[in-house]
């Protein structure tokens, strides 16, 4: 099943432009995962508010341009604070936001914990536009696993490196996800290790196979 969950999406903060691990912990006995939920993000209602459930923290101006982390909506974009008058850019970057899906879109919300709802809004002062349609993949860029850890794309430098040596989702210190999720039956499962993520040179330990509870796009 996959479904719109207005205002209830994972947000990552990228600085220099490299994501970094949520950090998330294991939860104590959870709850069995019988089918793996995919969750499209849409912040937004149809007059262009933030969605119901979600709390805006922080407002003021940004420039966007594609964004490196959702890579499977349109509307995304990674986006960077520009105060008035301040050309300056060289800010912290929210990844992935979303435009309202309407031509002329000048608002970014850039979502926060699901378990809070939190989001930001930027006024947007530039748009780049979109990733090019022929880079967009349908892959989920925020995971949940079984055991309650949540998981961000990975964004490594290395092109067309073997998927066994480079991570594809990183889940906290030493711990990350390998390969694309296996979507074959109800609940996705993806490889898993925890130790360095370069192994190239060092074999780190075995992968393992994980449930995925929950994958947002």
Same mark, same amino acid.
């Given at each position: 099943?996959?479904?719109?969950?207005?205002?209830?999406?994972?947000?990552?903060?990228?600085?220099?432009?490299?994501?970094?691990?949520?950090?998330? @912990?294991? *939860?104590?006995?959870?709850? $069995?995962?019988?089918?793996? &939920?995919?969750?499209?993000?849409?912040? #937004?209602?149809?007059? +262009?508010?933030?969605?119901?459930?979600?709390?805006?923290?922080?407002?003021?101006?940004?420039?966007?341009?594609?964004?490196?982390?959702?890579?499977?909506?349109?509307?995304?974009?990674?986006?960077?604070?520009?105060?008035?008058?301040?050309?300056?850019?060289?800010?912290?970057?929210?990844?992935?936001?979303?435009?309202?899906?309407?031509a002329g879109?000048?608002?970014?919300?850039?979502?926060?914990?699901?378990?809070?709802?939190?989001?930001?809004?930027? @006024?947007? *002062?530039?748009?780049?536009? $979109?990733?090019?349609?022929? &880079?967009?993949?349908?892959?989920?860029? #925020?995971?949940?696993? +079984?055991?309650?850890?949540?998981c961000v794309?990975?964004?490594?430098?290395?092109?067309?490196?073997?998927?066994?040596?480079?991570?594809?989702?990183?889940?906290?210190?030493?711990?990350?996800?390998?390969g694309e999720?296996?979507?074959?039956?109800?609940?996705?499962?993806?490889?898993?290790?925890?130790?360095?993520?370069?192994?190239?040179?060092?074999?780190?330990?075995?992968?393992?196979?994980?449930?995925?509870?929950?994958?947002?796009?």
């Amino acid at each position: 099943m996959r479904k719109v969950l207005p205002g209830l999406a994972m947000a990552l903060v990228v600085l220099g432009g490299c994501s970094g691990p949520p950090g998330s @912990d294991p *939860v104590e006995n959870p709850a $069995p995962v019988h089918a793996t &939920e995919q969750v499209s993000v849409y912040p #937004f209602t149809q007059d +262009g508010r933030p969605a119901s459930g979600l709390d805006v923290v922080h407002e003021g101006n940004g420039t966007c341009w594609q964004s490196w982390v959702s890579v499977d909506s349109d509307a995304a974009r990674r986006c960077a604070p520009v105060p008035k008058g301040d050309p300056d850019t060289s800010k912290p970057v929210h990844d992935p936001c979303y435009l309202h899906p309407e031509a002329g879109a000048d608002r970014a919300l850039c979502l926060a914990d699901p378990t809070t709802g939190q989001a930001v809004s930027f @006024d947007v *002062v530039s748009d780049d536009g $979109p990733r090019p349609e022929e &880079e967009a993949a349908h892959k989920p860029w #925020f995971l949940e696993l +079984g055991d309650g850890r949540h998981c961000v794309l990975y964004l490594s430098p290395d092109e067309g490196v073997d998927p066994a040596e480079i991570p594809t989702y990183a889940c906290g210190r030493n711990d990350y996800l390998y390969g694309e999720p296996d979507t074959g039956r109800p609940v996705w499962t993806i490889a898993n290790r925890h130790g360095e993520a370069d192994t190239r040179i060092e074999p780190g330990p075995e992968l393992d196979e994980v449930q995925i509870r929950t994958a947002w796009f």
